[in-house]
């Protein structure tokens, strides 16, 4: 009796476990190291070595010294991480919305140079972008000039407009400052992701039929309305799925908190920088940092996945 040959590999499947091999590569086994590494015990003095202790994590929530002492310090910027990035991707998405809404009114070639505008944008680097953003808010060069030469400072400074900037963190006595400060910060990120918020929304929202609309304006529902009523519950869930990639993308950030915020209101990227690169050489306490961040992005991404879900389940 003859054996009947064995059917080929398919190339999909072979395909299928390159994918694997390659994430497997890039990101499972450098995320296993680093959390590995979290629990390392840093030698004084020296570098550091394999460990097995909870010190890193202790220290992130309630300080080195506890119970004796205790600290919230990297707590707090652990919230300014998620501050920072909730509200920039919220404004984002917020004010990209309306943009692309008018947008896909537009002619298709319109459209065209439109998208092949923001697909150029992306290719300035967050460094670039910060540049320019800290040029435009200087003391000596940028809007607070601005505001001084044109009379506008002395406006407020009579008006009691600068008392309340003041208050606010965007002036000093004699002038109103932009950084750094919170309002710059949130300002930057904002733009740093409005091109990507324009590029996520256009798709989801040119597939809205034009009928449907149509529809709504027949029955007497103005532009705000069908908005509101009609055109914002079809594309909720791209909505919230723009926030939460955009939220992600900006829990990281380096650079715009590095310029902007002020040192009290730092984020977690930049003390996990600092525990790896800078004057500590602390890695294993980094890597706790860097774990701890990353265990937030993937919390808020399950409670959004959870809440769309919720919404989907109940129309």
Known sequence: MTALP???????????LLHVAVILTLATI????????????????????????????????????????????YLKY???SVW??????????????????????????????????FLCSLTFSEVFIVMGWDILMSNRSGLPMLFRETGITDWLKANGGLDLLREWG??????VRFKPSQFATIL??????????????????????????????????GPLT???????????????????LLFVFLLGAYVTIAVFADPSSHTLSISVYEAVRGATLNAPFGAAQ???????????LVIGQRFMSAKSGGR
Request: proline residues 7%.
């Open 30 to 73: 450098p995320f296993l190291l680093v959390f590995a590494i979290s629990f390392g015990h840093k030698v004084e003095g020296a570098a550091w070595v394999w460990s097995l202790e909870f010190s890193n994590y202790k220290r992130f929530f309630v300080g080195s010294d506890y119970p004796d002492t205790v600290s919230f310090l």
């Open 290 to 300: 860097a774990v701890i961040l990353l265990l937030t992005a993937a919390g808020v």
């Open 188 to 221: 930057t990120l904002t733009y740093l992701v409005w091109p990507y918020a324009v590029i996520l929304l256009y798709p989801p929202i040119s597939k809205i039929e034009r009928e449907v609309i149509e529809a709504a304006r027949t029955m007497g529902a």
């Open 84 to 117: 920072y990035a909730l509200v920039a991707a919220v404004l984002a998405v917020a004010t990209a919305f309306p943009f692309v809404w008018q947008m896909i009114r537009l002619s298709r070639r319109a459209q065209t140079l439109w998208l092949v505008f």
């Open 6 to 16: 064995l059917p080929a590999r398919s190339p999909f499947k072979r395909l299928g």
């Open 170 to 175: 965007l002036a000093t006595p004699r002038n």
């Open 226 to 244: 069908v908005m509101r009523t009609v055109v914002t519950p079809m594309v909720r869930t791209p909505l919230i799925g723009a926030v939460l």
């Open 78 to 80: 652990l919230w300014y």
